[in-house]
C-alpha cells in the first residue's frame, strides 16, 4: 500500500533551518510528483511547493521562495524540504503528498505529518 | 486573503443532506479537489475532478460545478462526517496551488 511517512516532531530556534524528510513506498517513486502542504496551529493548508522525483526539478510557492530548497534521493525514495531562517510563524505541521496520476492539484495520498516548533 | 473562497462553519442534521461550497475565478476552468481532515490527522481526498470519489470513500460524497462555485454534497450525513472541508485547485494565473479556507463541518 502507498505509504508516505514523515518524522513526528522537530524542534528548532529562530533563524534556524529546518530539513525535513518523506520517505515513500508501496509505488513507483519516479512516477509521481510530490508537494509540501504546511498548516499552522488553527488555520487552514498553505501549499509550499512541488519536487519533481525524475528530475529533481523543485518549484517552491512564491512565499517560500529563497527560503525553501526541496531535493530527493532516489536510492531511498525519500524527498526532502529545508525551510531556511525559520521565525516563530513557521510553526506548524508539515505535511508531504503525493500527486494523483490525473495531475495536480489533486494530492491522493498524504504523510502522516512533521509538527515543526520554533522556540528559543 | 485566499483565491478560493469557503464559508468556515456549515451545520448539518444527522441523516439530512448538506453542501459545501468553494468560489474562486479559476474555477470557471478548472476543477476543484476536496479534502476532509478530522482532528490530529492528515487530509484525506474525498472527491475530485469532474465526478471521481477515491476508493474507499462512500458515495454519499459527491461534487459538482457551476460557474466560478465548487459544490461537495453529502447525502444523508453521519456523525463521521464532522470535520473540516478543504477544496483546491489552480490560482488565477494557471502556476500555483491554492486552498480554500476551509469549511468546519458540524452535524447535530
Known amino acids: 500500500q502507498v505509504q508516505l511517512v514523515q518524522p513526528g516532531t522537530e524542534v528548532k530556534e529562530p533563524g534556524a533551518s529546518v530539513k525535513l524528510s518523506c520517505k515513500a513506498s508501496g509505488y513507483s517513486f519516479t512516477k509521481f510528483f510530490i508537494h509540501w502542504v504546511r498548516q499552522a496551529p488553527g488555520q487552514g493548508l498553505e501549499w509550499m511547493g512541488i519536487i519533481n522525483p525524475t528530475s529533481g526539478g523543485a518549484y517552491p510557492a512564491p512565499q517560500f521562495q529563497g527560503r525553501v530548497t526541496m531535493n530527493r534521493d532516489t536510492s531511498t525514495s525519500t524527498v526532502f524540504m529545508e525551510l531556511s531562517s525559520l521565525r516563530s510563524d513557521d510553526a506548524a505541521v508539515y505535511y508531504c503528498?503525493?500527486?494523483?496520476?490525473?495531475?495536480?492539484?489533486?494530492?491522493?495520498?498524504w504523510g502522516q505529518g512533521t509538527v515543526v516548533t520554533v522556540s528559543s | 486573503s485566499s483565491e478560493l473562497t469557503q464559508d468556515p462553519g456549515v451545520s448539518v442534521a444527522l441523516g439530512q443532506t448538506v453542501t459545501i461550497t468553494c468560489q474562486g475565478d479559476r474555477l470557471r476552468r478548472d476543477y476543484a479537489s476536496w479534502y476532509q481532515q478530522k482532528p490530529g490527522q492528515a487530509p484525506l481526498l474525498v472527491f475530485f475532478g469532474k465526478n471521481n470519489r477515491p476508493s474507499g470513500i462512500p458515495d454519499r460524497f459527491s461534487g459538482s460545478a457551476s460557474g466560478n462555485t465548487a459544490s461537495l454534497t453529502i447525502t444523508g450525513a453521519q456523525a463521521e462526517d464532522e470535520a473540516d472541508y478543504y477544496c483546491?485547485?489552480?490560482?488565477?494565473?494557471?502556476?500555483?496551488?491554492?486552498f480554500g479556507g476551509g469549511t468546519r463541518l458540524t452535524v447535530l
Open positions: 483546491n485547485s489552480r490560482d488565477n494565473r494557471g502556476d500555483h496551488v491554492v
Open positions: 503528498a503525493r500527486e494523483h496520476s490525473d495531475g495536480w492539484p489533486t494530492f491522493d495520498f
